[in-house]
């Protein structure tokens, strides 16, 4: 015990960098299934942590980053409790039959770089286990990250875009281990624009992938945070000819982006 206390002290930090150990009254004993998200698109996958963290039976934490958490030594119960002391567990009082991890970029990382972590969460979560990448027109995701890191008022230079391509198709790579290892029935795959175009058809078809009930208040929360929003980042970085290209080449790898191999900007 005193080892996985010393593991969850020093990674896991809170806003201001305390680590996050206060109490918290979820009841686990009805838990069935442990949700990662993995892939690439940061502010996606926050809105949807947030929005299923509406449901009054899944908790998702805020970012745990639970693969290396759990490859680092900490257990499978220290996880869960863990997580039900983040800012979001701290609000369930109910039985809960789901629980996660939204740390989207990390865990699709963790894969990518070190395949067996795969192995080391399928022997430590003995829950079912089931996934969400959520994602959106590759060349907007791409351009988000490369704005991330450019100073404010400056350009992305060439380089810079180049290093978020090769990194975009890393993550990548780690959802389609996801799919190879798990299955496809464990991995819901969530497109942006189908999100805003029907939110409640989508949050309906995500709590039927968790087998849980879809309450009219739940749907009714997905209602008021989506709504559309043009976000297309493409423009404003610095594409030539060559790397779209490279971007469309790899598009033919992975199957839930081959809508987007014909986009032209």
Request: overall charge positive.
């Amino acid at each position: 015990m005193k080892q996985g206390f010393e593991i969850t002290r020093d990674l896991i930090r809170g806003t201001w960098g305390k680590p996050l150990f206060r109490g918290h009254s979820c009841r686990l004993d009805g838990l069935d299934t442990f949700c990662f998200f993995v892939g690439n698109d940061e502010h996606q996958g926050r809105l949807i942590c947030q929005l299923l963290n509406h449901h009054p039976q899944i908790l998702i934490s805020g970012g745990s980053n639970s693969f290396r958490l759990l490859e680092k030594g900490l257990t499978e119960h220290q996880l869960y409790d863990l997580i039900c002391r983040t800012r979001y567990g701290r609000r369930k009082s109910g039985s809960l039959r789901v629980i996660g991890d939204r740390r989207a970029g990390a865990s699709a990382r963790e894969i990518f770089s070190r395949p067996r972590s795969v192995d080391s969460v399928a022997e430590k979560i003995t829950l079912a286990k089931k996934f969400i990448h959520a994602y959106r027109n590759p060349f907007d995701a791409i351009a988000s990250s490369s704005l991330k890191g450019a100073r404010p008022g400056g350009s992305v230079t060439r380089p810079r875009l180049e290093q978020e391509v090769r990194q975009y198709f890393e993550r990548c790579t780690g959802v389609k281990l996801v799919h190879t290892n798990f299955g496809a029935q464990q991995l819901f795959l969530m497109n942006h624009d189908r999100l805003v175009a029907d939110p409640v058809r989508t949050l309906t078809d995500l709590c039927a992938f968790f087998a849980v009930d879809c309450p009219e208040s739940f749907l009714d929360e997905g209602r008021q945070a989506i709504r559309e929003s043009d976000r297309k980042t493409r423009y404003a970085v610095p594409w030539d000819a060559d790397l779209k290209a490279l971007v469309r080449s790899r598009i033919r790898e992975f199957f839930w982006l081959e809508p987007y191999q014909q986009e032209d900007f």
